[in-house]
């Protein structure tokens, strides 16, 4: 912990200028939560942000993969862009979950089996909180650029804005986002200079076999038999192939086979996920899984059928930019409110694709002692939102420093 940090001064600038129409905020946050939309069909949402924005003066893009939104404001001698004037991205993701919400709250889920259980509706709101305050009383001089993303929850929304040019057509010299954390104390930051998240892949297994009758075994190829035996031998990938001073997860999630006691089936189906930190570890978990799901199942007379599924890579932050964020909240909340020693986390999050193309740094804010992240019984923390709010502004002050 830094002590030589002087603690914020309370009711700062930001904090009456945010809190003036903070209700409004709570109010929009719980009407998104009520009309919560799935990846890729964030249009209500998407309409809600952009007509906000415009409203407050900034320039609005909107239709950018889909639901996407960028809003760019210019001030100071950033307008129009000067020689060395410097441009930052800040990005909210917008989307929620297939789940039936189970929080029984007021402002509960309208929209039956979608559900807010991430805190994108949370997200959403911070971020529209600061762009007010920006566009009325920001004291910056440069662009800020405000990206809403879609469909983060199926790792295809930041992607698909990168592959539809959202650098070249809005460029940042640095971007940051941010995810709220039940589990760490309401309005606490967390940061993490490098891997602050995990790949994940999928890898899909059929063991294939020969089906018969469950009386005479030595006519079948057990499929139930190899797959259990892979399944156990699975867990030496992570104890035995990678070093121990590294961290990789190799769950088998989902296993379906047979139907009926006295019945040996033909196939056996397996679904797992796979997680690491960095690229080495990732790629041995792609080599060593399936080949111990062929080898396993060879063994046993039996074949596997491997579909393995790159999803997103780790999330590595880059160290000047996250040394910046934290010294942003330290310096305007007080160490007191800056998670000394914030571990990453196993987690995965495609904020990670902006981060292979522009420097930056994601984030994360104590959501409290909630249920956790992508529970039917979660709920955002309405109280996180000026805190963060304000952190965006003075990171957007401070980054575009005049
Ligand atoms: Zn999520
Ligand atoms: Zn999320």
């Not at 996250?322 to 007080?334: M, N």
Request: contains cysteine.
């Amino acid at each position: 912990m830094n002590i030589n940090v002087k603690d914020a001064q309370p009711g700062d600038a930001v904090e009456r200028g945010i809190g003036a129409y903070l209700d409004e905020i709570v109010a929009l946050r719980h009407d998104l939560h009520q009309h919560p939309e799935l990846s890729f069909h964030e249009h209500r949402t998407s309409d809600i942000v952009a007509t906000r924005l415009k409203s407050w003066g900034y320039e609005v893009e909107t239709g950018i993969a889909g639901t996407g939104v960028v809003a760019t404001l210019n001030r100071g001698e950033g307008s129009p862009r000067g020689e060395g004037s410097r441009q930052i991205g800040i990005r909210a993701d917008m989307d929620a979950l297939p789940i039936e919400e189970a929080t029984g709250l007021a402002h509960a889920s309208t929209n039956r089996g979608v559900m807010h259980a991430c805190g994108h509706d949370g997200h959403t709101a911070i971020l529209l909180a600061a762009a007010r305050y920006l566009a009325e009383a920001g004291r910056f001089d440069g662009t800020l650029r405000l990206i809403f993303q879609p469909a983060e929850e199926i790792g295809a929304g930041a992607r698909k804005m990168l592959s539809e040019g959202l650098f070249e057509r809005f460029p940042v010299d640095a971007v940051f986002g941010l995810h709220n954390w039940p589990g760490v104390p309401s309005g606490q930051f967390g940061f993490v200079a490098g891997s602050a998240m995990a790949s994940v892949d999928q890898c899909n297994i059929k063991i294939v076999g020969k089906g018969g009758h469950g009386a005479e075994p030595q006519r079948t190829v057990d499929p139930v038999l190899a797959t259990a035996s892979l399944i156990t031998a699975l867990q030496s990938v992570v104890s035995r192939n990678v070093d121990p001073q590294e961290m990789a997860v190799v769950t088998v999630g989902s296993i379906h086979g047979g139907s009926a006691s006295n019945v040996i089936p033909e196939s056996v189906a397996l679904k797992l996920t796979l997680r690491a930190f960095n690229e080495t570890v990732r790629g041995l978990l792609g080599e060593r899984v399936p080949a111990l799901a062929r080898a396993q199942a060879e063994s046993f007379g039996a074949t596997a059928e491997v579909d393995y599924r790159r999803g997103f890579p780790a999330l590595i932050n880059h160290r000047a930019e996250t040394d910046l964020a934290r010294s942003v909240a330290l310096e305007a909340f007080g160490a007191g409110q800056v998670v000394s020693d914030f571990k990453p986390r196993t987690a995965s999050e495609d904020f990670a694709f902006m981060l292979e193309q522009k420097a930056g740094s994601y984030l994360f804010v104590g959501n409290g002692d909630s249920a956790p992240l992508h529970s039917a019984t979660y709920d955002f923390n309405d109280a996180i939102i000026a805190p963060a709010a304000r952190y965006w502004v003075r990171l957007v002050e401070t980054f575009l420093a005049r």
